[in-house]
């Protein structure tokens, strides 16, 4: 019995069950507790470090990220906006206004070398997208910076209330992090679970393979 009740309280830890709801004051950074992402197929802690700072004006929503413990973080190759960069490293953002689980979100991605990826994402059945919208660079608004050191990078995201319909008083949203795991020499290499680590602020709980679009396991941010 005791071994049970450890595994029933490990699980629940691991799920991270109560930190996914975040209330942001206007003009006030706020740091995200959580040091570490989960795993998207167990909820289970990964033990590279990741951080996430959040601030909003009357014009931008303000995110600060920094993924540590990143050693191959020079082998990232995508260089163009709207490409497959989630075939390497990426730190993602998906969002919808609302408290209801969206069916329609953007997703918004950024890689080591600064390239962006923006998208209006259809996902009817919650499980499955069906059409991505993309979003043309010039028309995004997104302000964007990325400053790569030896084993980790950050950056520095300016998403514009304007892309997102106005701004309103909640939001859905789940930030992700692939993670690369070994050294690639090929440089149009394709990230596999065996090589990647595919890493979720509230875990989607996918099972044997990763999957970040499963808008049910969103957080919540709520503006005051």
């Known amino acids: 019995m005791n071994t049970l009740f450890g595994l029933i309280h490990l699980f629940f830890t691991n799920m991270n069950l109560t930190s996914t709801e975040i209330t942001l004051h206007q003009n006030q950074w706020l740091t995200l507790p959580q040091t570490q992402f989960y795993h998207a197929t167990t909820g289970v802690a990964a033990p590279q470090f990741t951080t996430v700072k959040l601030k909003y004006d009357s014009q931008y929503l303000y995110l600060d990220f920094e993924c540590a413990q990143n050693p191959f973080v ?3 190759t995508y260089t163009q906006p709207n490409t497959e960069m989630w075939n390497q490293e990426v730190f993602e953002l998906f969002i919808a206004s609302g408290t209801a689980t969206p069916e329609r979100y953007l997703e918004l991605e950024i890689n080591p070398n600064n390239a962006l990826f923006v998208g209006w994402i259809d996902n009817p059945t919650g499980e499955t997208p069906k059409n991505i919208e993309f979003v043309p660079y010039q028309e995004s608004g997104i302000k ?3 400053v790569k050191q030896k084993n980790s990078w950050s950056g520095q ?3 514009p209330w304007t892309l997102l319909g106005g701004k309103k008083e909640a939001y859905h949203l789940n ?3 692939i993670v690369s ?3 690639h ?3 149009n290499w ?3 679970p065996a090589d990647c680590s595919y890493l979720c602020w509230s875990p989607t709980m996918s099972g044997i393979a990763p999957r970040f679009h499963r808008p049910s396991a969103f957080g919540l941010l709520r503006l005051e």
């Open 185 to 187: 020499p090929n440089s």
């Open 190 to 192: 394709k990230g596999t």
């Open 181 to 183: 795991l070994q050294s």
């Open 157 to 159: 995201i300016q998403v």
């Open 144 to 146: 964007h910076s990325v």
């Open 74 to 76: 020079d082998e990232n």
């Open 175 to 177: 930030f992700y992090r």
